[in-house]
């Protein structure tokens, strides 16, 4: 069982039945990681790029591990270091690689859609790592998987989105996958974090915490860039914690078993209390052990895993 | 307990119009009827021949304090307008310092509780500072009882600006109050600009200045879904704009100050400067487009952008001179002469404009002249003649243009919690 598309960029690039097998394939690796030595050779012999454009160790971190746990050869190329930086376009640098005959190129981009063009430029399949403000497709199968880690089913689970979701490609994943899954997608942003037509992503939408919390089964809560309130989205940090930040208090209105989760990295105080996310449902470290296994289920199935072989 | 007899009772809210007896308890209303009994403990108050009203509520008000207690401070404020009728009344935030957070909105509340005459509803600054850059905290002065945001004094020029207040304000239930002004088309004008801005030689402002404004101001409303309040409108085309987005089903209410129905720019000839006020006073043509929007519903309240002065603001040429009337203890006369006693709207619309309009504006929930409602009342000597007086005003701004204008209706007595607080324009101690 593969995936059809060749490409991983966004969550509609794929089916509910290969999310299951996704899922049903991290499992399997989730128990790889608990060995104490975490080595399979499936991935003997392939290449796996690391193409960042933008920063972010936490998720070139768990692709690279994922990678090497898997047997790939993995190799990091950031935009700062490299060529890439001196002018060099996205179509040229997408052949350069592509001659170096990679199997699978994980990029991460600050433009939304940037991925399109290093997609059709390369004969390697392509995972999106975050492309600007459009999506972060393995953040949301992680994020799923960690629910269905707790919940039987997703299906009719109320889920908040809580943070800057105008911003957020994480909130623009989750929106398509827990719908895919059949839950029921809250947005809660404050009016001018929150995107035009935002009910028409397939949520639904307030700008009241209270109204996000009330009986939900799953809180996601956003990571506030602090540097928003320069570009005068929101009048102080204050005022945002006051408002929209999870605390043990607000977080009463949400059912006893909910699931908090974050896409990290926490300003802790600022989006999430100290308290709330040391709460027993909060789940963010299980999050970043799931986003490995996640993205090793991904490496093996499009990575040319053959199909059949278990782990 | 009081038992007021007889009162014509006008309730916009249930379309009442019908004499009724009213009993009250402590800070409500108990029971409404005919010929109901007198009770032992009853202070019993006839008020045959008199128009009794939910309290009214001024959505435009200078208070001065902090920064200028020399030209008005919470009590005298609460005193002009508790004498002028009021029960509730919005301090506008261009004090010093400006208004823009939540300790300062609080003080304001506060002090008007302890003066116990009218309550107070701040009206927090939509940037802070007023400076047109970074939003103010609106969220935090909702909690301590702000109910709408301002830059009162000027417009958000920065309409990028203008459209996150719109949109953030949204979160919070809270109306835009927009000065509409454009800085640069009004320049440093002192009058309207036309026939009597050029034969007096004074520079003038445009009607477009604030058409142009109310036009921005509407679209941004109707992008962001946000509620767009124009505040002191002054102008025909303004209020053409305005009736035809409520047409369209944008948010947007509006009030007009008396002085905008009652004065036009011809009254400054003897360049009297107690006529001269932002926006300015306009031409006839304005002045009778604005009574229609008065009469068939466009426009939602009557305020007084009330901005007392001291002498010395007021007393030097024209263009010297400071903008503002002191308007608190002459709305609910200029408003049943001018426009009631006219025949230009019924006392039905009158209470509206002044009561449940304004209420709503602030989304207040509709107070009603029923049992287990809020007592605060006013009550209006409709028949009363008398000449406006300016040293007997309870506000320290003693800036009208309507001093020794004889007036037919005035407010007869102020109820507030169940208290009569003021009595024949005269505040009980
Ligand atoms: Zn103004």
């Known amino acids: 069982m593969s995936i059809k598309a060749k490409d991983l960029l966004s969550i509609d690039d794929i089916s509910t039945e290969e999310i299951a097998v996704i899922m049903q394939n991290a499992k399997s690796m989730k128990q790889i990681l608990q060995r104490d030595i975490k080595k399979v050779p499936t991935l003997r012999g392939k290449s796996v790029i690391n193409l960042f454009y933008e920063n972010s160790t936490r998720t070139r971190t768990s692709f690279e591990l994922a990678g090497k746990y898997m047997g790939a050869d993995v190799v990091n190329i950031s935009a700062g270091t490299s060529s890439v930086k001196k002018g060099e376009s996205m179509r040229d640098t997408a052949r350069t690689i592509d001659h170096m005959s990679a199997d699978v190129i994980i990029m991460r981009h600050h433009e939304s859609g940037a991925h399109k063009i290093l997609a059709e430029s390369v004969n390697a399949r392509v995972i999106n790592a975050g492309d600007g403000k459009h999506e972060h497709p393995t953040q949301a199968l992680l994020d799923a998987f960690t629910v269905l880690e707790h919940k039987e089913t997703v299906e009719g689970l109320k889920i908040a989105i809580i943070g800057d979701i105008l911003h957020s490609r994480v909130a623009r994943s989750d929106v398509l996958i827990f719908n895919k899954l059949g839950a029921d997608v809250w947005f809660c942003a404050p009016p001018t974090l929150m995107p035009s037509k935002a009910s028409e992503l397939g949520a639904t939408i307030t700008y009241s915490l209270e ?54 990295p926490m300003n802790r105080g600022i989006e999430i209390s100290y308290e709330a996310a040391e709460l027993p449902n909060a789940v963010i470290n299980e999050q970043v052990n799931n986003g490995v296994a996640i993205r090793m289920a991904l490496l093996y199935i499009m990575g040319g895993g053959r199909s059949g072989d278990t782990v | 307990m009081i038992l007021f007899k007889n009162a014509r009772v006008i309730d916009p809210v249930t379309q009442t119009d019908q004499i009724l007896d009213i009993r009250t308890e402590n800070h409500s209303i108990i029971e409404t009827g005919t010929d109901l009994e007198a009770q032992n403990s009853n202070t019993i108050v006839d008020l045959t021949g008199k128009i009794l009203t939910t309290g009214f509520i001024d959505l435009h008000v200078h208070l001065r304090e902090p ?10 404020g609460s005193k002009a307008a508790s004498s002028g009728g009021f029960t509730g009344l919005c301090p506008m935030p261009n004090t010093k310092p400006v208004c823009d957070n939540d300790t300062l909105a609080e003080m304001l509340v506060i002090k008007g509780q302890r003066v116990g005459l009218v309550d107070i509803y701040p009206v927090g600054a939509i940037t802070k500072n007023q400076e047109g850059k970074e939003l103010a905290e609106f969220g935090m002065m909702k909690r301590v009882g702000a109910r709408a945001l301002s830059d009162d004094g000027k417009d958000v020029t920065n309409t990028l600006v203008m459209r996150r207040a719109l949109d953030y304000a949204k979160a919070f239930h809270m109306p835009i109050f927009a000065h509409c002004e454009d800085k640069y088309l009004a320049g440093s004008g002192a009058m309207n600009e036309g026939y009597y801005s050029s034969k007096l030689g004074l520079s003038g402002i445009p009607r477009e200045a604030e058409n142009i404004m109310i036009g921005r101001n509407i679209m941004l409303a109707g992008l962001t879904n946000g509620h767009m309040h124009i505040s002191h409108l002054s102008t025909k085309n303004g209020l053409e704009l305005i009736r ?48 229609m929007g008065l009469a068939d519903g466009t426009v939602d309240a009557i305020a007084t952008d009330h901005a ?15 903008f503002g009337i002191s308007g608190l203890e002459t709305v609910v006369a200029l408003t049943l002469d001018g426009l009631y006693h006219q025949g230009k709207i019924s006392m039905m619309r009158f209470a509206e404009l002044l009561s449940s309009g304004p209420r709503s504006v602030l989304g207040l929930a509709p107070q009603s002249i029923e049992p287990g409602q809020k007592a605060d009342f006013t009550i209006i000597d409709p028949e009363l003649i008398k000449v406006v007086d300016k040293n007997r005003f309870y506000s320290k701004g003693k800036n009208s243009p309507f001093h020794g204008m004889s007036l037919k209706g005035w407010p007869y007595m102020t109820v507030k919690d169940g208290k009569i607080v003021m009595k024949e324009g005269v505040i009980l101690e």
Not at chain 2, 70 to 75: A, F, G, R, S
Not at chain 2, 308 to 322: G, L, R, V
Request: with cysteine.
């Open chain 2, 67 to 76: 920064g200028e207690e020399y030209k008005e401070d919470v009590e005298s």
């Open chain 1, 211 to 264: 109204e996000a919390l009330q009986d939900a089964d799953i809180v996601i809560t956003l990571r506030l860039q602090l540097e928003r309130q320069d570009s005068g989205f929101f009048p102080s940090i204050r005022e945002y914690t006051n408002f929209y930040g999870l605390n043990t208090k607000n977080i009463k209105w949400a059912r006893p078993d909910c699931l908090i989760l974050h896409p990290g």
């Open chain 2, 308 to 322: 007392p002065h001291d002498t010395e603001d007021k007393d030097t040429d024209f263009s010297n001179a400071a």
């Open chain 2, 244 to 291: 035809q987005a409520k047409k369209d089903g944008i948010k947007v209410s509006c009030e007009v100050a008396p002085h905008h129905f009652m004065l036009t720019d011809s009254c400054i000839e003897n360049y009297d400067t107690n006529y001269k006020v932002n926006p300015p006073l306009r031409t006839q043509e304005d002045v009778k487009a604005l009574i």
